[in-house]
């Protein structure tokens, strides 16, 4: 059974750091590029930084640039994103996903065939 988890989310203080983590199980992640998305209240889900199956190339969302980090380690099967320089506008569920094509990192939703359940970031003093 294909599964992805996402652990890492909580209660942070703005400029305070999260690392979130996205574990699969039931295949490989180096088949696959991954990314990672989040959802705020009242607002569409966006792409937030998204890397390809080989860790080569890597996209960010403007909005995350600087501050965060992606990065894999395909032999634990686990993708990572490092979170720093939190903001209140960041707070949103995150969730990653998977898609079954190769293609370059591109933070394109509808290509992005399997997700987590999502883990929730709260950005607040």
């Known amino acids: 059974q294909l599964r992805l988890v996402e652990s890492g989310g909580g209660l942070v203080q703005p400029g305070g750091s999260l690392k979130l983590s996205c574990a699969a199980s039931?295949?490989?992640?180096?088949?696959?590029?991954i990314g990672w998305f989040r959802q705020a209240p009242g607002k569409e889900r966006e792409g937030v930084s998204c890397?390809?199956?080989?860790?080569?190339?890597?996209n960010y969302a403007d909005s995350v640039k600087g501050r965060f980090t992606i990065s894999r380690d395909n032999a634990e099967n686990v993708v990572y994103l490092q979170m720093n320089s939190l903001k209140p506008d960041d707070t949103a569920v995150y969730y990653c996903a998977a898609t079954p094509f190769l293609i370059r990192a591109m933070c394109l939703q509808p290509l992005y065939k399997f997700w987590g359940q999502g883990t929730q970031v709260t950005v607040s003093s």
């Open positions: 039931g295949f490989a992640l180096d088949h696959t590029d």
């Open positions: 890397i390809s199956n080989d860790g080569v190339t890597i």
